[in-house]
């Protein structure tokens, strides 16, 4: 298990901060906590995506822009900077000046995004014995009863939160 240094302990404070600033509307104390996050440690998308949308909420386009460009040179298929950069080609494109949210986010009103989530294949219980060794043979009935089962996903977000749906017939 890796051990939890002070400079780790530090950097997840300032993450946290960096966080509280943004859902406060402070989009200059965001961009200023997670500026400082990125230079201790430039390999953080999380950081540089918060500062590339706290740069985008100041209106300084070309510094969000490079801020979501690091990311998608760390991870090309990140969906949160593809759709950070977007909208700041969008806002340039049209020489248009982004709309600032002045207004407190509600964390409640937080959706995991989508790149966030994992898909799990859960196994039915009754269907798996725990002693495979005395599990008699499958028959032709216990095959077909086998095929009638649902399979089912559970996705996970990485606030730990998990939902299950069927998926098959």
């Not at 049209?94 to 196994?123: A, N, S, V, Y």
């Not at 009863?145 to 998990?162: E, I, L, V």
Request: charged share 25%; aromatic share 4%.
């Amino acid at each position: 298990m890796p051990q939890i240094t002070d400079a780790g302990l530090r950097a997840r404070a300032l993450a946290d901060q960096a966080t509280a600033a943004a859902l406060e509307a402070d989009w200059p104390r965001a961009a200023e906590l997670n500026q400082k996050l990125v230079e201790a440690s430039p390999e953080d998308v999380e950081a540089r995506n918060r500062l590339g949308r706290a740069l985008l909420e100041l209106g300084r386009l070309d510094e969000a822009k490079a801020a979501f460009a690091e990311v998608l040179k760390i991870e090309p298929y990140n969906s949160i900077a593809i759709r950070g950069n977007s909208r700041v080609t969008t806002l340039q494109e049209h020489k248009q000046k982004p709309f600032t949210t002045t207004t407190k986010t509600q964390p409640r009103l937080f959706i995991e995004d989508m790149g966030k989530t994992g898909i799990l294949r859960l196994i039915n219980p009754l269907l798996h014995t725990s002693s495979r060794n005395t599990a008699p043979a499958p028959s032709a009935s216990s095959a077909s009863r086998k095929a009638c089962w649902p399979s089912t996903r559970a996705t996970a977000s990485s606030s730990g939160s998990s939902s299950r749906r069927s998926v098959g017939g």
